[in-house]
């Protein structure tokens, strides 16, 4: 897993740079389904969605990176995972209806 996660960062460094500004890029809210309902055998429901903002995971990624603070694995990767979710979509090819814009 590691070795295709550096994969994954490399392209993204190589499309976006070092230090990407996600507000910049339309970061936002986002629909979010929460880590419980997200593996439940049912369809969600309607309250269980919630909203994710992608200029908070981008401050709690870079908040981890600054302060050395224990990892909460749970929390840290859901963060982690909305900034790549979004990112990807920033990836997607346009003629897909959820793409909102390409890389530079």
Do not use: K
Request: with cysteine; hydrophobic share 45%.
């Amino acid at each position: 897993m590691r070795a295709a996660v550096t994969r994954v960062l490399d392209a993204i460094e190589d499309d976006y740079g070092a230090v990407i500004d996600v507000a910049a890029l339309g970061g936002g809210l986002y629909r979010d389904l929460p880590l419980d309902a997200a593996y439940e055998p049912a369809p969600p429901t309607g309250r269980q969605l919630t909203c994710g903002d992608v200029l908070d995971d981008a401050a709690s990624v870079s908040d981890l990176t600054v302060t050395g603070r224990e990892i909460t694995l749970w929390h840290d990767a859901h963060h982690l995972a909305g900034l790549l979710r979004f990112i990807a979509n920033l990836d997607v090819p346009s003629e897909a209806p959820s793409a909102t814009r390409q890389a530079p």
